[in-house]
């Protein structure tokens, strides 16, 4: 067997999640985050306009700069997600140095755990991640699964 993940749940409530990115990865694992109680700050000298939209409404916090470790300070998860190898990077090896759970999107075997497609319902939470060889099959049985919780076919 090659799939060898432990999905593991943890409370949200009352935790920060770092986002470093303004980009559609970024976009992508905030929009997931939304679905919990997480307080979510994005760190980015720019993002695009569904970050912008979600810090204007006060859904997100944004810190218009470029990523520090000072910014991990208050974090009790972290995603990089910049469009930089090296800031990616830093952050995942500043993320364990402080056992923040971390997700690189560049680089797997920096992760100390994979971000997943969640499919989420009132009374159902779903975690689905993948072997990283082929996304879609990953996109297409979190669209079955929320499709499924939706309905409440179970």
């Known amino acids: 067997m090659n799939n060898r993940y432990f999905p593991m749940f943890i409370p949200s409530a009352g935790k920060t999640a770092l986002v470093a990115g303004g980009g559609k990865i970024a976009s992508r694992r905030v929009e997931s985050l939304l679905q919990f109680d997480f307080t979510i700050v994005v760190v980015s ?6 970050l912008k939209q979600l810090a204007e409404a006060g859904r997100v916090q944004w810190i218009r700069d ?3 470790s000072s910014y991990l300070a208050d974090a009790d998860l972290a995603t990089a997600c910049t469009d930089d190898r090296a800031v990616n990077r ?7 140095g402080r056992n923040i759970p971390v997700s690189v999107c560049d680089c797997k075997e920096e ?3 994979y971000f997943p497609a969640v ?7 779903c975690g689905i991640v993948g072997t990283g060889r ?9 669209a079955a699964i929320r499709e499924l919780i939706t309905r409440k076919a179970y």
């Open 45 to 50: 000298p720019t993002v695009n306009q569904q």
């Open 66 to 68: 470029t990523y520090h």
């Open 90 to 96: 830093q952050i995942g090896a500043d993320a364990r």
């Open 111 to 113: 992760c100390t755990f």
């Open 119 to 125: 499919a989420a319902s009132d009374e159902v939470t």
């Open 134 to 142: 082929d996304h879609r099959i990953t996109k297409r049985a979190a």
